[in-house]
C-alpha cells in the first residue's frame, strides 16, 4: 500500500509545474490548514503580493506581504 501511494505521488509531483504560483485577485474563503495562498491586493505595497496561510480551526490566518518573481507567478482568473 505504501508503494503504490509513494508512486502515485511521484507521479503528481512529475506532472505538476514544479515552481508556478497562481496569484489569486481576491482571498480564497475557505483555505485548508498550512495551505498558501498569494494574493494580489491594495493591502501590500507595489511588487509585492499577499501571502495567506491556512489555520486549524481557533487561529487565524496568517498574512504577510512577500516578493514574488515574475517566472514564479501566474495570474489566474477568480470566480467572485
Known amino acids: 500500500m505504501r508503494t503504490a501511494a509513494l508512486v502515485v505521488f511521484s507521479l503528481l509531483s512529475v506532472a505538476l509545474p514544479s515552481r508556478a504560483q ?5 482571498e480564497p474563503l475557505v ?3 498550512y495551505e498558501v495562498a498569494f494574493v494580489q491586493s491594495g493591502f501590500c505595497p507595489t511588487g509585492k503580493v499577499l ?3 491556512g489555520a486549524i480551526r481557533g487561529l487565524n490566518r496568517r498574512k504577510a506581504c512577500v516578493t514574488l518573481s515574475a517566472e514564479q507567478a501566474l495570474l489566474a482568473p477568480t470566480i467572485p
Open 22 to 26: 497562481t496569484v489569486l485577485k481576491s
Open 31 to 33: 483555505l485548508a490548514p
Open 51 to 53: 501571502k495567506v496561510t
